[in-house]
């Protein structure tokens, strides 16, 4: 695994990370508030599989993200099934599970940010919201 940072970002990037395709590769997002710990989860991501790269904000506070290809349903289980066992999904107050959206870097290259960003892909594609029961 190599170790890059550069403009702001800090990049884990994995041995199968040219498997991954300019035009179907996207992202999980974790939002961050310790550095600390987005350094750990995204180093782990990388090195057991989980994901080919992985990146965060060299920022006290941030985002992480997960690459993956967005046609790629068991990449997509294993960053969920991550994500689970990580604590990376915030729960309403009801404690239910928030509808993540995974965001293709097509849509981040035409800036599709807030509003104008609508996903393709969401968590309730893969699990019940409620019991956290895989669909897929």
């Known amino acids: 695994m190599q170790i890059i940072k550069q403009f702001g970002w800090v990049y884990y990037v994995g041995e199968t990370a040219d498997q ?47 690459y993956s290809n967005g046609d790629d349903v068991e990449a997509h289980k294993r960053t969920i099934q991550f994500f689970l066992e990580n604590n990376l999904i915030r729960k309403t107050k009801a404690g ?27 968590l309730d594609r893969f699990l019940d919201l409620t019991t956290g029961e895989w669909k897929v």
């Not at 179907?24 to 961050?32: E, I, S």
């Not at 710990?37 to 060299?58: L, M, P, Q, R, T």
């Open 20 to 66: 991954l395709d300019e035009h179907k590769c996207g992202k999980w997002m974790y939002f961050f508030g310790d550095v600390e710990f987005a350094e750990k989860i995204c180093k782990a991501a990388v090195e057991n599989g989980v994901v080919a790269e992985s990146k965060h904000s060299d920022a006290p506070e941030g985002v992480c993200c997960f």
């Open 96 to 122: 239910k599970l928030y509808n993540i959206s995974f965001k293709f870097d097509d849509q981040t290259r035409a800036g599709e940010y807030g509003e104008l960003f609508q996903s393709e892909i969401k």
